[in-house]
Antibody, heavy 120, light 110 residues
Framework: QVQLQESGPGLVKASETLSLTCTVS????????WSWIRQPPGGGLEWIGY???????NYSPSLKSRVTISLDRSKNQLFLKLTSVAAADTAVYYC??????????????WGQGTLVAVSS | QSVLTQPPSVSAAPGQKVTISCSRS????????VSWYQQLPGTAPKLLIY???KRPSGIPDRFSGSESGTSATLGITGLQTGDEADYYC???????????FGPGTKVTVL
């Protein structure tokens, strides 16, 4: 059974860097595409970007200058770094897995999400 | 404001059918597939439909998807109280070079 679990600080100060880890079990991170998606409180979903098993990444243009997504195959983990955070970055952050090998645009497995609040 | 438009809410009685539209402004979806997600309160989204009209394993056939031109539709038949949730469409947008989600539609079972 594929499981994803996000972890990281629940509170980040404005202008600092948000760092999250997604630990994958029941599957190899060396397969599929892996995405980060966020949802502000009471709001809708926002795509942040994805990383392919090859290391190839694609980011939302609105966040591209501040975001880095990476993998650690030895630990079966993926990571999200978002720099210079502001209040608008307060959200529940989800990691997710693409449906099949070449599919990054449909996320079949999701983590439970982790709420990150940005304080001033 | 999202490039994808969904009605804020739809409702129907148990056993009835609802449809949720997802519309793009001006341009066809073309080769950019539409996915649909269900988000129950306090939980992560769940993939219901991928590539416009396909269901992942385990999704009942009460859920269906279609796409035509600038609009995609999610249908739910035999509505159940457990279907009360927010539903989101999503697709790649060539002009933005980004994956976008619709604003979501709240389904209420009367």
């Amino acid at each position: 059974q594929v499981q994803l679990q996000e972890s990281g600080p629940g509170l980040v100060k404005a202008s600092e860097t948000l760092s999250l880890t997604c630990t994958v079990s029941g599957d190899s991170i060396s397969s599929y595409y892996w995405s980060w998606i966020r949802q502000p409180p009471g709001g809708g979903l926002e795509w942040i970007g994805y990383v392919h098993r090859s290391g190839t990444t694609n980011y939302s243009p609105s966040l591209k200058s501040r975001v880095t997504i990476s993998l650690d195959r030895s630990k079966n983990q993926l990571f999200l770094k978002l720099t210079s955070v502001a209040a608008a970055d307060t959200a529940v952050y989800y990691c997710a897995r693409g449906l099949y090998g070449t599919n990054w645009y449909s996320s079949e497995y999701w983590g439970q999400g982790t709420l990150v609040a940005v304080s001033s | 404001q999202s490039v994808l438009t969904q009605p804020p809410s739809v409702s129907a009685a148990p056993g009835q059918k609802v449809t949720i539209s997802c519309s793009r402004s001006g341009t066809n979806f073309g080769s950019n597939y539409v996915s649909w997600y269900q988000q129950l309160p306090g939980t992560a989204p769940k993939l219901l439909i991928y590539e416009n009209d396909k269901r992942p394993s385990g999704i009942p056939d009460r859920f269906s998807g279609s796409e035509s031109g600038t609009s995609a539709t999610l249908g739910i038949t035999g509505l159940q109280t457990g279907d009360e949730a927010d539903y989101y469409c999503g697709s790649w947008d060539d002009s933005l070079s980004a994956y976008v989600f619709g604003p979501g539609t709240k389904v209420t079972v009367l």
